[in-house]
């Protein structure tokens, strides 16, 4: 399968010539749909049906977000605080396990994952984390359960049998260097998990990310499987924090941060702001060169996150309601900025629509079509 896309401009002002860049783009291969979070715009987030519903509407991979339970368990959480998540505070037997805990630099008042044993947690039922904006999704809120990673991968892999194509896992280490201080890394039974499942290889379907970097640094030494520097487009990582080193996101995307996270990571999982930014009205501005620079370093570049609702895009690509009425949870021209995106040369998206992300690519030029 080959991208077939309009010459971008950042090709021709990194001082590649047409001819040069389209030859380039013909052989690159597609563009990956990553099922963010599964498809969370359609089911709560980080729930079985979220995941293979993002499966059967075409994502390449899923994104579990892993944090650990008292019992370290990795399942499946945007955040280890979980009130916005689950229906935790609706039972009564848990009411005294609320409290607050430092995270990452910040107080959060809540119930935490690390408070729970698996079979505590197995009795809380996911919940839609926006429901102002994602209305129809809290239909299914209190019917599914928190997942494991393995019963995350037990899915993918059936998944795989039934629609006899590879499906790739894409886990997040969430808060790393908060867990490895309460003695619940994520790292060693992360891998010691997709290893025992069969993801060994740089060619196996997984992406390992983190927006810390430390925990990706002693994954290296640990396994084969692909790493992906996750860059946020304002903060620091907070090992960077905690060790003293002055150094900002800003400064991972430059000349010299891209050539040191090109000696440990297999990508760069990036805030789409840094490939196009935005003004403070939210209007796009001119690209950046972070894609083509970060590729002649080797280095694959995955953006996040793409919605369809209004309050999510670019002021342009907003749709108004009725009357003019600015209406956030309304669906705008989405379509119109994945193929932004794919014109510019990012290898993957991560996004709450993954039919949205695919219906992009075949409207771009029979890209990605299966």
């Known amino acids: 399968m080959t991208r077939i896309v309009l010459v971008a401009v950042w090709a ?67 955040e280890n605080e979980i009130s916005a998540t689950t229906d935790v505070a609706a039972h009564p037997e848990f009411a005294a396990r609320r409290t607050t805990r430092t995270i990452d630099g910040t107080p959060v008042t809540g119930w935490f994952t690390e408070d729970f044993s698996l079979a505590e947690i197995k009795t809380l039922r996911a919940r839609e984390r926006i429901p102002a904006i994602r209305q129809r999704n809290t239909v299914y809120d209190d019917r599914y359960e928190v997942p494991t990673l393995e019963e995350v991968i037990r899915l993918v892999q059936r998944k795989e049998r039934q629609l006899r194509r590879r499906i790739g896992l894409y886990p997040e280490t969430k808060h790393p260097s908060y867990f490895d201080a309460m003695g619940l890394s ?62 900002t996101y800003a400064d991972l995307v430059t000349p010299a941060g891209l050539a040191e996270v090109a000696t440990y990571a297999d990508g760069i999982g990036v805030n789409k702001n840094l490939v196009v930014p935005r003004d403070s009205a939210g209007n796009l501005l001119p690209p950046t060169t972070l894609v083509p620079r970060a590729h002649a370093l080797g280095l694959i570049v995955h953006a996040w996150t793409f919605r369809n609702e209004n309050t999510f895009l670019p002021l342009s690509l907003r749709v108004a309601g009725p009357n003019g009425a600015d209406m956030p949870a309304f669906y705008g021209k989405a ?36």
């Not at 925990?215 to 960077?240: A, E, I, K």
């Not at 290898?347 to 993954?354: A, I, L, R």
Request: charged content about 25%.
């Open 12 to 78: 021709l002002g990194a001082g590649m010539g047409t001819h040069d860049a389209l030859a380039d783009m013909a052989q690159a291969p597609a563009p990956i749909v990553i099922g963010h979070r599964g498809a969370s715009g359609y089911r709560p987030e980080h729930t079985l049906a979220s995941y293979e519903m993002a499966i059967d509407l075409g994502a390449d991979f899923i994104e579990p977000d892993l944090v650990s339970t008292r019992d370290g368990v990795l399942i499946a959480r945007h």
């Open 186 to 247: 994520l790292e060693e039974p992360l891998v010691s998990m997709l290893h025992a499942h069969g993801y060994r290889q740089r060619s196996s379907a997984v992406f390992i990310q983190s927006f810390e970097v430390g925990n990706l640094r002693q994954l290296r030494h640990h396994t084969r499987l692909r790493l992906v520097q996750l860059v946020h487009d304002s903060g620091r990582p907070y090992d960077f924090e905690l060790n003293g080193d002055p150094r």
């Open 335 to 370: 379509i119109d900025e994945y193929a932004l995106f794919y014109r510019l040369g990012v290898d993957g998206v991560f996004s709450d629509n993954p039919d949205t992300a695919r219906e992009a690519m075949r409207r771009q030029g029979s890209v990605g079509v299966r």
